[in-house]
C-alpha cells in the first residue's frame, strides 16, 4: 500500500510545482539518514524545519541570482505575476549572500550551508544577518511544505495529516533534536518502513520526475541539465580548522590515534581528519564522522569511497578508540556529544556510537548502492 502512495504521488498526479516531489525525496533522505529511529510501530514525528533544511539544498541550484530555472508555473494574481516558488527571491538572497561569504557559486553548496547551520559551534561563526537571512528562508519554505503534505492524495491530508505541534502529538517517536514546539509532520510506521525497503528506488523516480517537470516548463532547460543539478553533491570541504586544532593539542598532550583503516600509530604531520562517510555523500562535519587516518591510505586509496562491511568491521575497535579520546577532552567531549545528539537517539559513549555508525554507514551504501574499498 505505501508503494501505491509513493507513486500515485510521485507520477500519477498533475503537478504546478515541483514541492511533492521535494516533499517525498526529502522524507526519504531523512529517512536514510536517521537510521536510529527504533519506532517499534510507532509514527514518527519529523519536524517540518527539518525537511525544509533539505529543500534548500535541492532547490539551490535553481536559485542561481544570474539565472533562475523555473520550478512551477508563475501564476497572476491582482494584474501581477507570482514567483513559480514562493521562497525564490529570500532562497536567492541567501545564495548570494553565502557567495560573497564564501566566493563559491556550485550548485552543491546549499548542502554544505545546512551542515553549517545545524551544526551550533559552526553557526556562531556566521553574523547575525546571515542567519537572520536564512531563518527568513528556512520559515519561508516551512510554510511552503504545508501545501504537498496537504493535497498529497486525492484529497485533503489523505496519506499525512495536518501538522501539529510536537507536545501535541501522542503515540509517536521524535526525530533527534526534536523540540516540543516544533511542528511536525507525522509520517506512518509502514511508510517509514517502506522509505528504508526502496531508498534508491524512491530517490531516482524522484530525480526523474523533477527533470521531467523542469523540462516542461516555460524557459526550463533540457533533462540532461536539470539531472546534473539535482545531483550535484559538493566536491570541495570547509576547513575543519577547529577539529583539526582540537586533535593537534590532544596529540601534543600524548594523546594516541591509530588509524581505522590501516592501523597505524598517526603522527600530528601524517594524518587527515577523514570523512567517514565522505562529503560527496552526504556532508556530515560531525565528531562522529570525523576521525583520525593515514594521510597516504585516505588520499589515494579511500578517497570518496565507503568502507565495505568487512573493511568497517574491523575499524570498529579504532573508532571506539577514537571516540573515547574524543569523550574525554573538554571542549572536544562537548562537542562529540552534541553532534551525536543531533544525529542519533542513542547514549554517547563510544560503544554506542560505534554501532550506530556502522549502521548508517551500511544502511546508506546498500541504499544508495555506493563504491566501497
Not at 551542515?115 to 542567519?131: N, S, T
Not at 537572520?132 to 496519506?159: C, M
Not at 562529540?336 to 556510537?353: G, K, M, N, Q, W
Amino acid at each position: 500500500m505505501s508503494h501505491h502512495i509513493l507513486t500515485t504521488i510521485l507520477r500519477r498526479e498533475a503537478k504546478q510545482t515541483s514541492y511533492k516531489i521535494a516533499l517525498v525525496r526529502a522524507l526519504n533522505d531523512v529517512v536514510l539518514t536517521y537510521p536510529e529511529m527504533r519506532h517499534d510501530g510507532r509514527d514518527i514525528a519529523v519536524p517540518l524545519a527539518k525537511l525544509a533544511e533539505h529543500w534548500i539544498a535541492y532547490y539551490w541550484p535553481f536559485a542561481d541570482p544570474d539565472g533562475r530555472i523555473l520550478q512551477g508555473y508563475p501564476s497572476q494574481r491582482a494584474g501581477q505575476e507570482r514567483q513559480d516558488i514562493s521562497f525564490r527571491s529570500d532562497l536567492t538572497d541567501l545564495r548570494r549572500a553565502w557567495q560573497r561569504l564564501h566566493d563559491s557559486s556550485s550548485p552543491a553548496d546549499g548542502f554544505l550551508l545546512i551542515d553549517q547551520m545545524r551544526v551550533p559551534r559552526k553557526r556562531l561563526k556566521y553574523d547575525g544577518k546571515f542567519l537572520q537571512l536564512y531563518q527568513r528562508t528556512l520559515a519561508k519554505i516551512t510554510h511552503a511544505l504545508r501545501q504537498p503534505i496537504r493535497y498529497a492524495g486525492p484529497d485533503r491530508h489523505q496519506v499525512f495529516p495536518k501538522p501539529q505541534r510536537l507536545r501535541d502529538l501522542e503515540g509517536v517517536q521524535p526525530l533527534p533534536g526534536a523540540a516540543p514546539g516544533d511542528s511536525c509532520l507525522r509520517v506512518p510506521a509502514a511508510l517509514w518502513r517502506t522509505f528504508r525497503d526502496v531508498s534508491l528506488w524512491a530517490e531516482a523516480l524522484c530525480v526523474h520526475e523533477w527533470c521531467l517537470l523542469t523540462e516542461r516548463l516555460d524557459g526550463g532547460v533540457g533533462r540532461g541539465q536539470a539531472y546534473q543539478l539535482l545531483t550535484e553533491h559538493p566536491a570541495s570541504r570547509l576547513p575543519l580548522t577547529w577539529e583539526r586544532n582540537q586533535i593537534d593539542l590532544l596529540m601534543r598532550e600524548g594523546v594516541t590515534f591509530t588509524c581505522p583503516w590501516t592501523g597505524k600509530r598517526l603522527s600530528a604531520q601524517g594524518y587527515d581528519l577523514d570523512h567517514v562517510i565522505p562529503v560527496s555523500v552526504y556532508p556530515f562535519n560531525e565528531m562522529w564522522n570525523l576521525v583520525p587516518a593515514d594521510r597516504n591510505f585516505n588520499q589515494h586509496r579511500k578517497r570518496d569511497r565507503l568502507p565495505d562491511e568487512t573493511t568497517l568491521e574491523r575499524a570498529m575497535p579504532a573508532f571506539v578508540h577514537t571516540y573515547g579520546r574524543y569523550r574525554a577532552a573538554n571542549d572536544l567531549g562537548i562537542a562529540f556529544r552534541e553532534d551525536v545528539a543531533l544525529r542519533f537517539s542513542i547514549p554517547s559513549d563510544p560503544i554506542h556510537v560505534t554501532q550506530a555508525l556502522r549502521r548508517l554507514v551500511v544502511g546508506i551504501t546498500q541504499a544508495r548502492n555506493l563504491e566501497t574499498f
